[in-house]
């Protein structure tokens, strides 16, 4: 057993070449622990000459909490200056980042939890900082100088990818006006060992996602078979652009919801030009909007039976059923396991919805169908979808929630990936912050 109490406080500060100088313990405050390095004078990088002590600055750093108490690690550091007349090297600060990174607010290891704590267990910012007994914003530096060097510095965390999805996500509002601020997600969508994040990049347009597909090494741009897209123009320039040997697959997901939008489009045009008013709550069409877009398969018999009533009262020219049934059919198309026989029907099917007889929701859902039928039909053949895009946003979205809302794309970015893109958490005890 150990009974030198200097050794002994050294031995529970646990810092390596460090002696400890005494401990101020002011009631309700934080545990402050005064250290020094024990290194000898260092020699001038330039000259060689023995530095002589200048000055001896302190730095007050958030440490780990100790016996259930907020601690700071109070570092007497030496300003080293080259006595060599002929020398013009001057002064410089004596630094040990296995004490502290140079410009952080934090202890290295302090550092180290605390990303892990924000960055793995998706704790908020906040409830680390009052854990640690120190500001928000000295967590959130931390964070996100760990957080990019985990992320950025490992050449691994990006593998080969089979099948990549393009999808857009709203990421804050900004200013007086609330402006949607977008982003759009890169997501790894293979189907055997996919649907985690590669990246995100600011904008929903086609730049971004260009400027970072483009700055990937070729042999791993040649790897994608798959680019999955929402029924956008800028995503499928992306994939035109930078990735034309891939093959384009429209996202059930967003073409099936194009679908209800344009039945809900046609809904609340009929019941505007059938009573003259926005819906409420006791017309027709306004009960009838969630029978509406309910998947067919899954009303019962009470439903269907209600819905068929609804419409009968709402709808006098049918145009809202119509639309209800091109939205079905949309559906079924997913239904379909032969590849031929699947763009047989779309093709059909988007001749049949621009008939005359359909109202002009359902015109437009046609040529969206047309426009798109080869990246419609091409899911037939590579079966994958932007389905664990859709998860991740999930997960964005908790990351959102707890991030009160991020006004900086960069702080956004290393938040999102460090929750869904995968990092690499072994390497946490290794990476130099940024
Ligand atoms: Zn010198």
Not at 91 to 97: L, Y
Not at 140 to 146: E, H, Q, S
Request: proline share 5%; aromatic share 8%.
């Amino acid at each position: 057993m150990e009974t030198d109490p200097i050794r002994v406080c050294e031995l529970l500060v646990g810092l390596p070449d460090v002696d400890v100088l005494g401990v101020d313990d002011e009631p309700g405050g934080p545990l402050r622990v005064h250290v020094e390095c024990r290194d000898q004078r260092p020699g001038c990088a330039q000259c060689t000459t023995v530095a002589w002590v200048k000055d001896r600055p302190r730095v007050e750093l958030v440490d780990l909490p100790v016996f259930g108490r907020p601690a700071r690690l109070m570092w007497h550091k030496h300003r080293w200056w080259c006595p060599n007349p002929g020398c013009d090297t001057g002064s410089w600060t004596g630094e040990n980042p296995r004490i502290a990174a140079a410009r952080l607010k934090v202890t290295d290891r302090a550092g180290r939890w605390v990303t892990y704590q924000v960055g793995r267990l998706g704790r908020t910012v906040s409830e680390v900082a009052r854990d640690l007994g120190c500001d928000w914003h000295t967590v959130n530096d931390t964070v996100l100088a760990y957080g990019e060097a985990l992320v950025d510095d490992d050449p691994d965390r990006i593998g080969d990818v089979a099948a990549l999805g393009l999808d857009e996500t709203l990421f804050c509002r900004q200013g007086r006006w609330r402006r949607q601020q977008w982003a759009t997600s890169i997501v790894d969508v293979s189907a055997d060992g996919g649907g985690y994040l590669l990246d995100v990049v600011a904008g929903r347009d086609a730049t971004g996602a260009s400027a970072w597909l483009a700055a990937r090494p070729a042999p791993w741009r040649k790897a994608i078979r798959f680019g999955v897209l929402d029924l956008s123009g800028p995503y499928r320039k992306t994939f035109d652009d930078t990735l034309d040997h891939v093959v384009q697959v429209a996202d059930p997901f967003h073409l099936i919801r194009l679908a209800n939008q344009k039945l809900d489009e046609c809904r609340r045009r009929v019941q505007n030009e059938t009573i003259g008013h926005r819906g409420r709550r006791d017309d027709p069409l306004y009960r009838a909007r969630r029978l509406l877009t309910k998947a067919h398969e899954r009303l019962d018999d009470r439903g269907e039976t209600r819905l068929a009533g609804l419409l009968r009262a709402g709808d006098p020219h049918g145009e809202v059923r119509t639309a209800w049934h091109a939205k079905e059919v949309v559906r079924s198309i997913y239904h379909i396991t032969d590849c031929d026989l699947a763009a047989e029907f779309v093709t059909q099917l988007g001749a049949d919805l621009q008939d005359d007889d359909c109202p002009p929701e359902v015109h437009s859902l046609g040529r969206t169908l047309v426009r798109w039928r080869d990246q419609i039909v091409a899911w037939h053949r590579a079966r994958v979808s932007n389905g664990p895009t859709e998860a991740i946003n999930n997960l964005i979205k908790r990351i959102k929630r707890i991030g009160f809302g991020f006004r900086r794309f960069s702080n956004y970015r290393i938040r999102v990936l460090l929750y869904a893109g995968r990092p690499n958490w072994d390497l946490l005890a290794t990476i130099t912050p940024r």
